[in-house]
């Protein structure tokens, strides 16, 4: 028999070790839209938006959206929208349940639902996590990238839009036709002053759209930037079947995250906000800073394990972190080609943030796989590495390191592992990518020249630059003739 089905009903029967929603479900109002409704938003902002709850706040209910796929409304709208975060750390498990979503709706089946959902005049934020990809920009320059599918699509169907920039534009047409005040747009995606890039999209389109809305958009709308942090792999069956064993009741879809949570948000919320200070979030001015070490520094590190990693035949980040010259690699990479590029925020402890980060890393009980964080690197490289191979070109440095984590990106786009076996290579440019390596065949001089040519990810300066090709094109010759373990181990020079 299958266990009944987790619900308000049944939030009373759940152990008492088991944390769950302490206020009235039923008196919270929507005042949150979040677009991207996936495991690292329910397991970050919907968690410090439920503190807020918990403290009687009880404006800040979220509405999350899917974009794309039907499934998180599947797994949630069941169960009355809750789910639980299992946070696994050495010292065990720790479950919450979490009633911050009060329902997910699907973009797709009925995008008027959604833009009428944003345009309420109760909700006064709309954030995002859409993934790199989800901007429709383009990562080297971080503006709107106008021939994009999506954008011609949304700009043809205003009404019906498909992207994250377009929902964003049409509810606050609606909204400003209404006499509504603007909603606040937070992106909680890993990018460079995420809030400018969304600015940036946004006030395009809108512009595109018809220029004097574009113009209110620019004067109206608050983009704050921020940080985000928490480590969140996808969640298994075996996770799911451990919350049900431990709650008693099935849970379609909890998330695991680390210990480990992190938020740094500017203060510009001029239609207010939660009080997510008391539930651990930073309100600083100096986001940009932190989001550059944290991109640089984590996403660097984790973007490099991963396709060594991957390479090497480590299923996991933990796994990759055991052998040892990938370990050291990593820290090297921080020490000496990260760190001096950096501008440190006002009382952060470098020192102390890298050793977590390797702490981290080395989590045994999370299982985030290699493949899933080699995902969209065309989006993904600019930020995590390449901003900091410029930094260090431009001050005469060696970059020795970051040209081994993007020559092992080239070397996986090729699509063939060092057994043999096909990668399922994953990336909005996928296409190109597979055209691209398949004419460079295994000449490392021809693939750096095709894929460094990709100008949205490399731009127009570092291609031209034998300081970058030449140690990149170097790595990844030993990649091919030596694999990815004795590269590292001789890169690692152990
Ligand atoms: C990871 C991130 O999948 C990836 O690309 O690098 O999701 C990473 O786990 C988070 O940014 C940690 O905050």
New binding site residues.
């Given amino acids: 028999m299958t266990a009944p089905r987790l619900s308000d009903a049944a939030l009373a029967g759940l152990p008492a070790s088991v944390a769950k929603p302490a206020y009235d479900r039923a008196q919270v109002k929507k005042g949150i839209v979040h677009l991207g409704i996936g495991a ?1 938003h329910r397991a970050h902002m919907a968690v410090c938006t439920e503190h807020a709850l918990a403290a009687g706040d009880l404006r800040w209910g979220i509405l999350g959206a899917s974009l794309r796929s039907p499934d998180t409304r599947d797994a949630l709208n069941p169960q009355d929208g809750l789910y639980t975060v299992a946070v696994k750390g050495p010292e065990g498990t720790r479950l919450q349940t979490v009633g911050a979503i009060a329902k997910v709706l699907v973009a797709p089946e009925d995008p008027d639902a959604l833009i009428a959902a944003m345009a309420a005049p109760d909700v006064r934020i709309v954030s995002l996590t859409v993934t790199e990809k989800g901007y429709c920009h383009d990562p080297a320059t971080r503006r709107l990238k106008e021939d994009h599918a999506d954008v011609v699509h949304d700009l043809e169907n205003p009404h019906a839009p498909r992207s994250a920039p377009g929902f964003i534009v049409a509810a606050l047409h609606r909204r400003r036709a209404a006499g509504v005040p603007a909603f606040t747009v937070l992106s909680c995606d ?1 990018l460079p002053s995420n809030g400018k890039t969304v600015r940036n999209v946004v006030t395009r389109l809108a512009a595109l759209r018809d220029a004097a809305f574009g113009r209110w958009v620019e004067e109206n709308v608050a983009f704050p930037c921020t940080m ?6 996808a969640t298994t069956d075996a996770d799911r079947a451990a919350v049900a064993a431990a709650l008693g009741v099935t849970d379609a879809w909890p998330v695991t995250a680390e210990p480990f949570t ?1 938020w740094v948000i500017e203060d510009a919320f001029p239609m207010g906000r939660p009080d997510w200070a008391a539930a651990g979030a930073v309100f600083s001015a100096e986001v940009d800073a932190y989001e550059a070490m ?1 991109l640089r520094l ?2 660097g590190a ?2 490099t394990l ?1 396709y060594l990693g991957f390479l090497a035949g480590r299923e996991t980040v933990a796994d990759a972190m055991k052998d040892e010259g990938l370990a050291r690699l990593v820290r090297g990479l921080m020490d000496e080609e990260v760190t001096p590029t950096l501008a440190v925020p006002e009382g952060a402890d470098l020192d102390a943030y890298k050793d977590s980060l390797i702490e981290r890393f080395r989590n045994p009980e999370l299982r ?1 796989r290699t493949w ?2 080699a ?2 690197g065309t989006q ?1 490289l600019p930020q ?1 590495l390449l901003g900091t191979a410029r930094d260090r070109l431009a001050a005469c440095g060696a970059i020795d390191r970051i040209a081994l984590g993007v020559a092992a990106w080239m070397r996986y786009v090729t699509g063939t592992d060092e057994t043999g076996a096909p990668i399922d290579v994953r990336d909005p440019l996928a296409d190109e990518l597979k055209r691209l390596t398949a004419a460079a065949g295994r000449d490392p001089e021809r693939i750096v020249a095709a894929l460094a040519g990709i100008e949205q990810v490399f731009g127009t300066d570092l291609p031209k630059d034998p300081r970058f090709t030449g140690p990149v094109t170097a790595a990844l010759r030993s990649l091919f003739e030596k694999g990815a373990q004795e590269t590292v181990r001789i890169a690692a020079r152990l």
């Fill in positions: 690292f890993n985000v942090d928490r480590i969140v792999p992190q944290k984590l996403n984790h973007s991963a985030h899933q964080i995902m969209d993904k995590r």
